[in-house]
């Protein structure tokens, strides 16, 4: 009955000490041993005393390979080796399938985060600082420092920022760690995003730059059986650029503080780097400057989308047009030049320069009987029934419609409306209301957008040019 009233008093403690807390930390390992010991020897000597006058080794210690084997009785000396054994084990030193270091720094950050005790970005200089903060960790502090000033108001945001400097603070530890020059950082877009939008957001566009002009090429695995181009590997190679030069344009479009975007001041932030690029000399890195990300974005935003963003100086607009050919590369650039500058006549700020004349001419080129190498390229992009792209497509013809009929171009319009019932049948549907929307700009996603001013505003004879109803 005493074995039994021992087992149950160990019973009764395990199921207070060990369930509540796994795995258990050194002092209470140490208590645990300590306890199995005693109570193990103490029941084993009454049965098996040991032999009077000779120390008796400590469980769980190293054995002295010098100590005589009659130290112990036999059986006792047997059944120390095998609980030895059993608590040196590695599975209670360890737990079977435990998680990697790095994965128990990120859960430990983020209960520290949740205790919201001090800024997220002094933590992940506090995990620098032992050696411990890594990309995920970075990522997650931006994350939470983002989501406390979702509900500032504006000024205290303004102050938030001004005092904690996420964006700088946050890149001195990214260039000290050197993490910036990994793949996993360059191909992890959330937190280029983020990092970018916050030292746009401090006024530090400089750190920008003079992260865009470092010479850092990344080691990559090139799929040889996606191109054979060495231009494009080194261009691949170079990504990095492309994609912070993509992210600053994103934030100029999206002003921290409701702002109004400057159209003018992201086309200035372009020009720089093409002139960057283009006085860089042979072989130089800036040489291999991406423009194609960002090329793409403010083409989009000064053309379709401009209802968006507001005025844009007629200059810097026939420049960024003049300058396509130097940043738009892949899949049928030739024919894609054309149809992009064809786009921004389209929609050019001056009136007197819009014209349907150059979409006509490229449309043509691309619904001939007999299309070019380039423009089947180009075109299987758009082969894709009911996609975006042919959405856009019927957009981009409708309003070639439309301005051709402005000019007078009537058997022209004519061959592009006869095109459009062709191709976009399935497209075909809208009202003459619809389409005028589309025309005006306010409509480009399919939704109504109140409180638009309509890019032909200044244009006198929009309501009297006959205009066909598409039904």
């Not at 504006?154 to 910036?180: C, F, I, N, Y």
């Not at 995003?193 to 695995?221: I, N």
């Not at 171009?409 to 929307?437: C, G, K, M």
Request: some cysteine.
């Amino acid at each position: 009955m005493k074995g039994s009233a021992v087992f149950l008093g160990l019973k009764d403690w395990a199921s207070k000490a060990l369930h509540p807390q796994l795995p258990l930390n050194a002092r209470e390992s140490h208590k645990l041993l300590t306890t199995l010991t005693g109570s193990f020897r103490k029941h084993l000597d009454e049965f098996h005393p040991p032999i009077a006058g000779k120390p008796q080794p400590r469980l769980g210690t190293v054995k002295n390979s010098n100590a005589s084997p009659r130290t112990l009785h036999s059986s006792a000396a047997l059944a120390d080796k095998h609980l030895s054994s059993i608590l040196t084990s590695p599975l209670l030193s360890k737990r079977s399938g435990s998680t990697s270091k790095a994965d128990q720094e990120f859960a430990n950050c983020k209960v520290e985060l949740q205790k919201d005790t001090k800024d997220p970005i002094s933590l992940l200089e506090e995990y620098d600082a032992r050696g411990a903060a890594t990309l995920p960790i970075a990522l997650l502090c931006m994350t939470t420092f983002e989501k406390y000033l979702a509900g500032l108001s504006l000024d205290q945001k303004k102050k938030a920022v001004s005092e904690t400097e996420p964006g700088r603070r946050t890149l001195m530890w990214l260039w000290r760690s050197e993490l910036h020059q990994t793949a996993a950082f360059v191909d992890d877009l959330e937190l280029m995003t983020l990092m970018t939008y916050a030292l746009v957001r401090e006024s530090l566009d400089e750190y920008l730059w003079q992260w865009l002009g470092l010479d850092m090429v990344l080691a990559h695995q090139w799929d040889s059986s996606r191109s054979q181009n060495a231009k494009r590997e080194i261009f691949h190679r170079y990504r990095w650029k492309g994609r912070i030069l993509r992210k600053m344009i994103e934030a100029k479009l999206q002003p921290p503080y409701g702002q109004k975007p400057d159209l003018n001041e992201v086309l200035d932030i372009f020009f720089r780097a093409i002139s960057l690029r283009d006085l860089a000399s042979k072989g130089d890195h800036m040489e291999y400057l991406p423009l194609n990300p960002a090329g793409g974005m403010i083409h989009m935003a000064v053309t379709r989308m401009r209802y968006q963003f507001g005025e844009v100086d007629p200059q810097r607009y026939d420049r960024f047009k003049d300058l396509t050919k130097a940043w738009l590369f892949g899949i049928g650039k030739d024919t894609g030049v054309r149809l992009n500058m064809a786009l921004m006549d389209l929609y050019h700020p001056t009136s007197t320069k819009i014209s349907g004349l150059p979409m006509f001419q490229t449309l043509q080129e691309l619904f001939s009987p007999a299309p070019s190498t380039d423009v089947e390229q180009l075109l299987a992009i758009f082969k894709f029934s009911g996609s975006q792209e042919n959405h856009l497509w019927y957009l981009i013809m409708v309003l070639t419609v439309y301005r051709l009929q402005i000019q007078g171009y009537t058997e022209e319009a004519v061959w592009v409306r006869d095109n459009i019932s062709e191709h976009f049948p399935r497209l075909d549907y809208h009202t003459h209301s619809n389409l005028q929307q589309f025309v005006n700009g306010t409509r480009w996603n399919g939704q109504q957008v109140d409180g638009q001013r309509p890019i032909e505003a200044t244009n006198a004879t929009t309501n009297r040019v006959p205009y066909p109803a598409f039904t």
